[in-house]
T-cell receptor
């Protein structure tokens, strides 16, 4: 596609429920990143996929968070047993071969009530 | 890990004014980028500038890697420049970016 697409744009969920957030990167971009932005804060790295290599999960805050990328394209970030502190905007970005030309999606605003 | 500090945290300008935003980082970096987050939350990559100077229209950026800082210049500011400006770096060529806390800019008409 022309840009990085994320869905849903907004998600309200009850504490304890699982959620799945989707990212569709720019076609041909081999690198895909997930970041989290809490209210009024900068971005916090979560996970990085590069081609067929094992993902870099060093930023995931707990084992309730996981992500996968199928076929080198679409990625899903899953948060299990959501907590109120998980409320944030989750942003996905892709780049060509992990280079500096990052393109961000519009994000998913997650609210845990 | 690398620390990234941005200043000022907040800035209010009258339309037409010029401004300089600063980014300090605590260690040598492979990559430095400036982003603009508009009031609707969309992040736009402005510059990839690990060293040297680049210009794009009314915006320009300079990074002095040996002194561990970067500057973003906005000239003849417009209301559409409002938003948050982030500096981000990485130190290991993976392009996992470490973001500063941003400079929130408001340009008044």
């Amino acid at each position: 596609g022309a840009g990085v697409s994320q869905s849903p744009s907004n998600k309200v969920t009850e504490k304890g429920k699982d959620v799945e957030l989707r990212c569709d990167p720019i076609s041909g971009h081999t690198a895909l990143y997930w970041y989290r932005q809490s209210l009024g804060q900068g971005l916090e790295f979560l996970i990085y996929f590069q081609g067929n290599s094992a993902p870099d999960k060093s930023g995931l805050p707990s084992d309730r968070f996981s992500a996968e990328r199928t076929g080198g394209s679409v990625s899903t970030l899953t948060i299990q047993r959501t907590q109120q502190e998980d409320s944030a905007v989750y942003l996905c970005a892709s780049s060509l071969t992990g280079g500096p030309g990052y393109t961000f999606g519009s994000g998913t605003r997650l609210t845990v009530v | 890990g690398i620390q990234v500090e941005q200043s000022p945290p907040d800035l209010i300008l009258q339309e037409g004014a010029n401004s300089t935003l600063r980014c300090n980082f605590s260690d040598s970096v492979n990559n430095l980028q400036w982003f603009h987050q508009n009031p609707w939350g969309q992040l736009i990559n402005l510059f990839y500038i690990p060293s040297g100077t680049k210009q794009n229209g009314r915006l320009s950026a300079t990074t002095v890697a040996t002194e561990r800082y970067s500057l973003l210049y906005i000239s003849s500011s417009q209301t559409t420049d409002s938003g948050v400006y982030f500096c981000a770096v990485d130190d290991d060529s993976s392009y996992k970016l470490i973001f500063g806390s941003g400079t929130r800019l408001l340009v008044r008409p």
